[in-house]
């Protein structure tokens, strides 16, 4: 297993699906991808100034949030990589997983919208049900 690909959302479940990707790297000695995916903002009520503005804000949260996340894995041997799309988020992670050749993708079973929900969400989802390389869904 060379090459890890973490989806990260910023949320619990995927802190709890990093940390375990940690373990993994660590173990099987793989480079550690920790992608982060801006969604598109489909809020057709709101003019194109303000949906510039919320994107920009949410790219800027999550550059901060992959620049943490480097930061606290710097003292391990681990080789990290952060990245930051925008899209829809599990066919960024996807492709993402397609171009670098992922051995493993690793999700959290929920993100940042899902609440107390038994099923898990719609990007994790998603991404077991197309990729092509194993996933590890992270409870
Ligand atoms: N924008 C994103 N960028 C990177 N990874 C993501 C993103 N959104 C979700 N993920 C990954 O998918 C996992 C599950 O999140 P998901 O979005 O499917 O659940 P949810 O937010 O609870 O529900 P939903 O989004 O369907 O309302 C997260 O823990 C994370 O690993
Ligand atoms: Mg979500």
């Known amino acids: ?73 710097s003292g391990k041997s681990i080789e990290v990589k952060t990245l930051v799309r925008q899209g829809d988020p599990a066919e960024k992670i996807l492709e993402t997983a397609q171009k670098m050749k992922a051995d493993v993708i690793v999700t959290g079973s929920h993100g940042r919208h899902g609440t107390k929900k038994f099923l898990m969400g719609s990007v994790s989802s998603k991404v077991v049900d197309y990729s092509k390389c194993p996933v590890l869904v992270v409870k």
């Open 1 to 73: 297993m060379q090459k890890i690909l973490v989806a990260h959302d910023g949320s619990k479940s995927s802190d709890k699906a990093l940390k375990r990707a940690v373990e993994l790297a660590l173990k099987f000695n793989s480079t550690l991808t920790v992608l982060a995916v801006v969604p598109e903002l489909y809020l057709t009520e709101l003019s194109e100034g303000d949906k510039q503005k919320i994107f920009n804000s949410l790219s800027k949260e999550t550059s901060d949030a992959m620049e943490k996340i480097r930061k606290s894995l």
